[in-house]
């Protein structure tokens, strides 16, 4: 029962180094999402895709590219960290067939950039 | 746009007594209310939702919420507190009328401090 799965879930990156965060899911569902959490701001928004060939973005997109190629998988690509980008991040998906659908979490990844 | 409040940065309460951690949110339509949970280093996790019908919602762990239309709020509630409650909370809206984006809204988070 693996549901939302995320790696890696610690990365120390070297400021302009890339990278990619993996998440995929085993839930067939459509819609899929990544988020930063900081610290006294909750989880913000950085990029979401409703299904497979569609991405768009979400409240601070800016540093990140997302692509969703298959319903699974939905890779985030740090072009150059920048210290800034030090954050945790949280994939999630939920089904596409009600708006009131539950979110569902991966456990994180951990990201410092220095 | 939608948001969501949460004007305490920590609640803390004795194990056994009851607690309510508060949520107040703004959207435009009808609101769609979550509430998760964060232990350490873990994801989120999904307490309970507020779709439709009765104010009263019961979610996992013994929590229940209740959707207050007149006073926008979604306060999360135990009974009887227990130690192993302490975590990070948030409530989370969705407008029902953004269907497009059907990203969560989330308010900066509540720590809950359950002392023995």
């Known amino acids: 029962n693996a549901g939302v799965t995320q790696t890696p879930k610690f990365q120390v990156l070297k400021t302009g180094q890339s990278m990619t965060l993996q998440c995929a899911q085993d839930?067939?569902?459509?819609?899929m999402s990544w988020y930063r959490q900081d610290p006294g701001m909750g989880l913000r928004l950085i990029h979401y895709?409703?299904?497979?060939?569609?991405?768009d973005q979400g409240e601070v997109p800016n540093g990140y590219n997302v692509s969703r190629s298959t319903t699974e998988d939905f890779p985030l690509r740090l072009l150059s960290a920048a210290p800034s980008q030090t954050s945790v991040y949280f994939c999630?998906?939920?089904?596409?067939?009600?708006?009131?659908?539950?979110?569902?979490f991966g456990e994180g990844s951990w990201l410092t950039v220095v | 746009a939608q948001s969501v409040a949460q004007p305490e940065d920590q609640v803390n309460v004795a194990e056994g007594n009851p607690l309510t951690v508060k949520c107040t949110y703004s959207?435009?339509?009808?609101?769609?209310l979550f509430w998760y949970v964060q232990y350490p280093n873990r994801g989120l996790q999904f307490l309970l939702k507020?779709?439709?019908?009765?104010?009263l919602v019961k979610g996992s762990y013994g929590f229940e919420a209740e959707f207050n239309k007149s006073q926008t709020s979604f306060h999360l509630k135990k009974p009887s507190a227990l130690v192993s409650d302490s975590a990070l909370y948030f409530c989370?809206?969705?407008?029902?009328?953004?269907?497009?984006?059907?990203?969560?809204?989330f308010g900066s988070g509540t720590r809950l401090q359950v002392q023995p």
């Open positions: 959207v435009s339509g009808n609101p769609y």
């Open positions: 839930m067939n569902h459509e819609y």
């Open positions: 507020y779709i439709t019908g009765d104010n």
């Open positions: 895709s409703v299904g497979a060939g569609i991405t």
């Open positions: 989370a809206v969705r407008d029902k009328a953004n269907t497009g984006r059907r990203a969560l809204t």
């Open positions: 999630a998906s939920s089904s596409d067939s009600h708006s009131g659908n539950t979110i569902y």
